[in-house]
T-cell receptor, first 117, second 114 residues
Framework: DGGITQSPKYLFRKEGQNVTLSCEQN?????MYWYRQDPGQGLRLIYY???????QKGDIAEGYSVSREKKESFPLTVTSAQKNPTAFYLC????????????????FGEGSRLTVL | QKEVEQDPGPLSVPEGAIVSLNCTYS??????FMWYRQYSRKGPELLMY????GNKEDGRFTAQVDKSSKYISLFIRDSQPSDSATYLC??????????????FGKGTKLSVKP
């Protein structure tokens, strides 16, 4: 079955530690995204990537880093510089702009819940 | 004023009721409007997609867009307990969301009681 796999589902981190959240998709999508979801805040865009080896900052990129070495993979590192990292993190993908077939629909993973102790 | 406003609820209705969920927005460039449904501890999934103004119906769900009022709605007829979820509106001014410019509302939490 095609889809997006995020791991781990739950993660605990001590203050000062970096953690990396995994996101893999087998939908053959060009574009991938990371969102953060906090209660009462909705979804906020952290980083997105339209193509391999390229990515752009979203609205709240400070304290986060990403890489896009493969089309299928878009890992997110939450660094110790992120002041309030406890949140629900969602990875998503979309077809991308090729051939103007992309309606903008995002396909989401099941999320990773990060708690800083 | 935020770009997209959505009442967070929570909204509680009895089974069989008609549910109306709404979002208002300020950016007149938005042309693509979506509703996502998110069950607890899961990722959102696309429920309805509408381009520009008008209505779209899919089973028990109807999406309406009124660009003149900058107002979008999602109606759920004959609501079921399985409809209990958070509903997020989302919109974009660009064809294709890969520019990272899809703007989400904060979501409305709906509970349908048997």
């Amino acid at each position: 079955d095609g889809g997006i796999t995020q791991s781990p589902k739950y993660l605990f981190r001590k203050e000062g530690q970096n953690v990396t959240l995994s996101c893999e998709q087998n939908l053959n999508h060009d574009a991938m995204y990371w969102y953060r979801q906090d209660p009462g805040q909705g979804l906020r865009l952290i980083y997105y990537s339209q193509i391999v080896n390229d990515f752009q900052k979203g609205d709240i990129a400070e304290g986060y880093s990403v890489s896009r070495e493969k089309k299928e993979s878009f890992p997110l590192t939450v660094t110790s510089a992120q002041k309030n990292p406890t949140a629900f993190y969602l990875c998503a993908s979309s077809i991308g702009d090729r051939g103007r077939t992309d309606t903008g629909e995002l396909f989401f993973g099941e999320g990773s819940r990060l708690t800083v102790l | 004023q935020k770009e997209v406003e959505q009442d967070p609820g929570p909204l509680s209705v009895p089974e069989g009721a008609i549910v109306s969920l709404n979002c208002t927005y300020s950016n007149s460039a938005f042309q693509y409007f979506m509703w996502y449904r998110q069950y607890s501890r899961k990722g959102p999934e696309l429920l309805m997609y509408t381009y520009s103004s008008g209505n779209k119906e899919d089973g028990r769900f109807t999406a309406q867009v009124d660009k003149s009022s900058k107002y979008i709605s999602l109606f759920i007829r004959d609501s079921q307990p399985s409809d209990s979820a958070t509903y997020l509106c989302a919109m974009s001014g660009h064809y294709g969301g890969s520019q990272g410019n899809l703007i989400f509302g904060k979501g409305t939490k709906l509970s349908v009681k048997p």
